[in-house]
């Protein structure tokens, strides 16, 4: 285990809360009884006021910026917000200003953060400002508001996994996808909530409450990466980091209307996330289309000699090939994971469809395509899931078991039960599988699946049990570690979003994000939610 990630993990002496957990059951949808965290809180009240007045100072007029929410509204993009900057028509520090006044109107409903680093956060976007118009901008990601979820390592600030084990754990140093984002020129405003360790949720029996959707606030975002689908989808933040063990990055981008990518296994480095299933663990990207993505993971790719499951090799271009489209690329269609493995809504299955037809008119050639049931992926992959999880949790366990919240706490003592039998039995069925999936991807270049079940359920009647009993449409490529990304096909019922899968080969990542955007662009824009 690299010793950026060992590090947390080792804090076993973290302070925690004992005594009664709160009950399990939902806050109310306002009220202040939970704020994030602040670090550095900006000036309030008159002097507050002055700041904002002096809004960018010289910089910020000679760049011309819209001032205020309209910033966000008006550049919804990275790459919109990017060539904006590069063409001195946008102010970093007016975008930054925008996500904080969003942040401002719905976090109170929304609890997407569970800390903030605001006011160096403006004073990143100043001197941020004040280089692009001396040198021009680094990249793409220069003065980008984003925000890191809350396993994810930042020096100076929380990083809690929304646990009291971790109560008090302060990060003394950035982990590597915050280095590499922070030195393409990205701003963090903060920590994002997450389910409990990436796992346990919702749960509202946590020192701060799950973050909900912002399509309606009464229903989930899945999870685990809650707060960056949460806040990406309500323009807090042009883009975020998550995790995927079994969909967390996939589960919450479809519910809230998002693009988000899984990484081939090895080409994002953990270094300083804290772990949940070692051999499953990817870190990637959530932000409102493909485009984004990409311009997010190609700043976080690349071999990092502290993490074991680090690729050694170059990082791959991930940005040139993004228009080439998909004249030519064989699509396969997985039908029978949505029409006979699970049940999925009927804009779901709509949304597949469409989907497939949007491609054969692009050129794509589409094939059907089968592979080995869900329910087959399902069992080594929640034995492996369970038997990790509880090495990383034993110790902590162990010493202080009452500090979990309820969810989190009767899924990791199941692990428990996990013998070296059943892992060694689950890493050879993984094998097997993982062949079988690479033998029919050599007659296609991608596979087309759905990516949840259906629209987002309410946050009230979410079984928190539902993915021991029913297979996962998210988990199979996580046992594969090949890139899989989730894209919003469009709104089912009640106006929320539904999406598709999108899978590839390992290492043609490329690929994967190249048919998301000729997708996107052939789908057309959708409007944010609320507007």
Known sequence: MPAGRNRLLGSHHASTHRGSLHPRRPPARRGGAHPPRRARAPARGPARARARRRGAGRAGRDLRAPRGEAAVSAIPTIAAAARAIAARRLSPVELIRACIGRIEKHQEVLHAFVALDLERAIAAARAAEARILRDGPRGPLDGIPIAHKDIVDVAGLPTTACSRILAGNVATRDAAVVRRWAEAGAISLGKLTTHEFAWGGPSFDLPTPPA????????????????????????????????????????????????????????????????????????????????????????????????????????????????????????????????????????????????????????????????????????????????????????????????????????????????????????????????????????????????????????????????????????????????????CAGLGEGGLPVAIQLAGRPWEDATVLRAAHAYEQARGPLKRPGA
């Open 212 to 487: 909900r959707n912002p399509w309606n606030p009464d229903h989930f975002t899945a999870g685990s990466s809650s707060g960056t689908g949460a806040a990406v989808a309500s323009g807090m933040i042009l883009g975020g980091t998550g995790s995927d063990t079994g969909g967390s990055i996939r589960g919450p981008a479809a519910l809230c209307g998002l693009a988000g990518i899984k990484p081939t296994y090895g080409l994002v480095p953990r270094t300083g996330v804290i772990p949940l299933a070692w051999s499953m663990d990817h870190v990637g990207p959530l932000a409102w289309t493909a485009e984004d993505c990409a311009l997010l993971l190609q700043a976080a790719a690349g071999h990092d000699p502290e993490d074991p499951g680090s690729a050694a090799r170059p990082a791959p271009d991930l940005v040139s090939g993004l228009g080439d489209g998909v004249k030519g690329l064989r699509v396969g269609v997985v039908r029978h994971f949505h029409e006979a493995d699970v049940q999925v809504s009927p804009a779901t299955r709509q949304g597949i469809d469409a989907a497939a037809r949007i491609f054969a008119d692009l050129g794509a050639e589409l094939r059907d395509v089968t592979l080995p049931p869900l329910a087959e992926f399902w069992a080594p992959g929640m034995t492996l899931l369970l038997g990790e999880a509880f090495a990383v949790h034993g110790p902590w366990l162990r010493a202080q078991r009452a500090a979990y919240g309820e969810i989190l706490r009767e899924r990791l003592l199941l692990g428990a039960l996990v013998t070296g039998e059943h892992i060694i039995a689950a890493q050879r069925l993984r094998r097997r599988l993982a062949g079988e999936v690479a033998a029919a991807m050599r007659e296609v270049d991608l596979l087309l699946t759905a990516a949840a079940m259906g629209e987002a359920p309410r946050i009230d009647a979410v079984d928190p049990w539902i993915g021991f009993r029913t297979p996962s449409l998210t988990l199979p490529f996580n046992l594969t570690g090949q890139p899989a990304m989730t894209v």
